[in-house]
C-alpha cells in the first residue's frame, strides 16, 4: 500500500527527454493555449491515450457481441459527447480522431478566453487561479478542469470580483461572450488569436 499522502501520477513522461520534433510541438501548444508547464501536455496526452485505449479494446469486445461492453460503449461515447468531444450519435470508431488540441479546447482556461472573458489565454488562468471565474455559482480554481457542454453557459464572473465592473481596464472590451463553440471554433479562435500575446512578449 502506498503512502495515501502521495497521490499517483495521472500521466506518463515522454519515453525519451531529448526529441527535437516533440519539443518543438510542446513549446507550440504551451504559447497556444497558455499552458504553465510541459506537464500539463503530457497529463492531456495520458487522457487521450486512455479514451483511445478503452475504445480499441471495446472494438474488439463488440465483435463478440459482450453485452457488458456494449453497455460501456454507450457510457464512453455519452462522455465523450457530453465533453463536446464528438457529436451525438458518432460511431465509437470516432473516439479514435479526438486530438490532443480538442482536449485544451474544453479547459476552463480555453473557455474563459474564447467565451471573450479574458484577452489571452494566460489571463484566462491568472483570473482562475485568483477567484475571480465562477462555475454555475461556484468558484473554481482549476484551469485545466474539463468542462461539458452543459457547463460551458454557465461560465462568468465572480460577483465580487473587480472584472464583474464593465470599467476595469484588464477586462476585454467590445467582445461578445460566445457560447456553444465546437472544439474546433475553439482551436480556430486560439489559433488566430493566440499569436498576439506571443507577439507581445518579445
Given at each position: 500500500?502506498?503512502?495515501?499522502?502521495?497521490?499517483?501520477?495521472?500521466?506518463?513522461?515522454?519515453?525519451?527527454?531529448?526529441?527535437?520534433?516533440?519539443?518543438?510541438?510542446?513549446?507550440?501548444?504551451?504559447?497556444?493555449?497558455?499552458?504553465?508547464?510541459?506537464?500539463?501536455?503530457?497529463?492531456?496526452?495520458?487522457?487521450?491515450?486512455?479514451?483511445?485505449?478503452?475504445?480499441?479494446?471495446?472494438?474488439?469486445m463488440?465483435?463478440?457481441?459482450?453485452?457488458?461492453?456494449?453497455?460501456?460503449?454507450?457510457?464512453?461515447l455519452?462522455?465523450?459527447?457530453?465533453?463536446?468531444?464528438?457529436?451525438?450519435?458518432?460511431?465509437?470508431?470516432?473516439?479514435?480522431?479526438?486530438?490532443?488540441?480538442?482536449?485544451?479546447?474544453?479547459?476552463?482556461?480555453?473557455?474563459?478566453?474564447?467565451?471573450?472573458?479574458?484577452?489571452?489565454?494566460?489571463?484566462?488562468?491568472?483570473?482562475?487561479?485568483?477567484?475571480?471565474?465562477?462555475?454555475?455559482?461556484?468558484?473554481?480554481?482549476?484551469?485545466?478542469?474539463?468542462?461539458?457542454?452543459?457547463?460551458?453557459?454557465?461560465?462568468?464572473?465572480?460577483?465580487?470580483?473587480?472584472?464583474?465592473?464593465e470599467?476595469?481596464?484588464?477586462?476585454?472590451?467590445?467582445?461578445?461572450?460566445?457560447?456553444?463553440?465546437?472544439?474546433?471554433?475553439?482551436?480556430?479562435?486560439?489559433?488566430i488569436?493566440?499569436?498576439?500575446?506571443?507577439?507581445?512578449?518579445?
Amino acid at each position: 500500500m502506498g503512502d495515501p499522502k502521495k497521490l499517483k501520477k495521472r500521466y506518463e513522461t515522454p519515453s525519451h527527454p531529448w526529441q527535437g520534433e516533440r519539443i518543438k510541438e510542446e513549446k507550440a501548444l504551451m504559447v497556444k493555449y497558455g499552458l504553465k508547464n510541459k506537464r500539463e501536455v503530457w497529463k492531456a496526452q495520458s487522457y487521450l491515450r486512455r479514451l483511445r485505449k478503452q475504445a480499441v479494446g471495446l472494438q474488439a469486445m463488440n465483435r463478440s457481441g459482450n453485452k457488458q461492453s456494449q453497455k460501456e460503449t454507450g457510457l464512453l461515447l455519452q462522455r465523450c459527447h457530453k465533453l463536446g468531444f464528438l457529436s451525438d450519435g458518432a460511431p465509437l470508431k470516432d473516439v479514435l480522431t479526438i486530438d490532443v488540441e480538442m482536449v485544451f479546447s474544453r479547459r476552463l482556461q480555453s473557455l474563459v478566453y474564447t467565451k471573450g472573458l479574458a484577452q489571452t489565454p494566460k489571463q484566462a488562468r491568472q483570473m482562475i487561479n485568483h477567484g475571480h471565474v465562477i462555475l454555475k455559482d461556484r468558484r473554481v480554481t482549476i484551469p485545466g478542469l474539463l468542462i461539458s457542454r452543459f457547463e460551458e453557459g454557465f461560465i462568468e464572473y465572480e460577483a465580487a470580483s473587480p472584472f464583474a465592473s464593465e470599467l476595469h481596464p484588464m477586462r476585454p472590451k467590445g467582445t461578445a461572450p460566445t457560447e456553444d463553440l465546437t472544439p474546433s471554433q475553439v482551436e480556430q479562435k486560439i489559433t488566430i488569436e493566440a499569436p498576439k500575446e506571443e507577439e507581445g512578449e518579445k
